[in-house]
């Protein structure tokens, strides 16, 4: 229901920025690769985060080969 109320408020509001516009979907997907640089380190990282080399393959090794 949230995502449709802010889709309505973006149609009538031509200054309106939609909540799913591609840089704070660049920004959350940056939180998310920071987590798992976190999860992978046992530290915090600091945000905006540059994302490692194989950052996948390497948390699935972490997590025992896990192929999801």
């Known amino acids: 229901a949230g995502m449709t109320e802010a889709m309505f408020d973006w149609l009538l509001d031509e200054k309106a920025?939609?909540?799913?516009?591609?840089?704070?979907?660049?920004q959350d997907l940056n939180i998310i690769l920071g987590t798992y640089m976190s999860a992978l380190r046992h530290k915090p990282v600091s945000l905006p985060v540059e994302p490692e080399t194989?950052?996948?393959?390497?948390?699935?090794t972490a997590l025992g080969g896990w192929q999801g």
Do not use: G, P, Q
């Open 17 to 26: 920025v939609h909540a799913l516009n591609l840089e704070a979907a660049l």
């Open 54 to 60: 194989n950052l996948i393959d390497s948390l699935r």
